[in-house]
């Protein structure tokens, strides 16, 4: 009987160390993310890592004024963004928020600094000029999302 513990020791699956994201998030902190729906969605799931997703983003103060659009209507390109989730850089309360998401929602993501810009050692550059440094709302419509086949390691070719 010893020889078949062993054995079943030997091929127990290994703990894969924790991502750089896995280890992003343990920093989060109770009630520094927080969600207010404002169009629920449709469809069973929200996204999962590995998934493409596609968002419109609009960034405001607590105050109201406005930061940063992805929408042409204040401002914007008009163009939506597209990550890789878990791939790709983004900030902290993104990566924590979107997968909660439903394709066609609309949200409102009240973040503190440490989730946005304001994180130690964050992924992604803020704009000059950008109020890192205190609480944002972050308008987030989820337009779609399906798994991605990444091609290239730079995430320059997805399928």
Do not use: W
């Not at 401002?75 to 900030?91: D, E, Q």
């Not at 609480?135 to 779609?144: A, C, S």
């Amino acid at each position: 009987m010893a020889a078949n513990e062993d054995a079943a020791h030997e091929f127990a699956p290994k703990k894969k160390p924790p991502s750089e994201d896995e280890k992003r998030k343990k920093k989060i902190v109770p009630g520094s993310l927080m969600k207010a729906l404002m169009r629920p969605g449709g469809g069973g799931a929200g996204p999962s890592d590995g998934d493409q997703i596609i968002y419109h983003c609009t960034i405001r103060t607590l105050d109201g004024v406005l930061v940063e659009s992805t929408r042409s209507d204040y401002g914007g390109k008009g163009i939506p963004i597209r990550h890789v989730l878990g791939k790709s850089k983004m900030l902290l309360g993104l990566l924590e928020g979107i997968p909660s998401m439903l394709k066609g929602e609309v949200a409102m993501f009240k973040m503190k600094p440490q989730l946005h810009y304001g994180e130690d050692d964050c992924p992604v550059s803020a704009p000059d000029g950008f109020p890192k440094d205190d609480d944002l709302h972050f308008e987030i419509e989820l337009i779609e999302f399906f798994k991605a086949k990444v091609v290239t390691d730079d995430l320059g070719v997805v399928k």
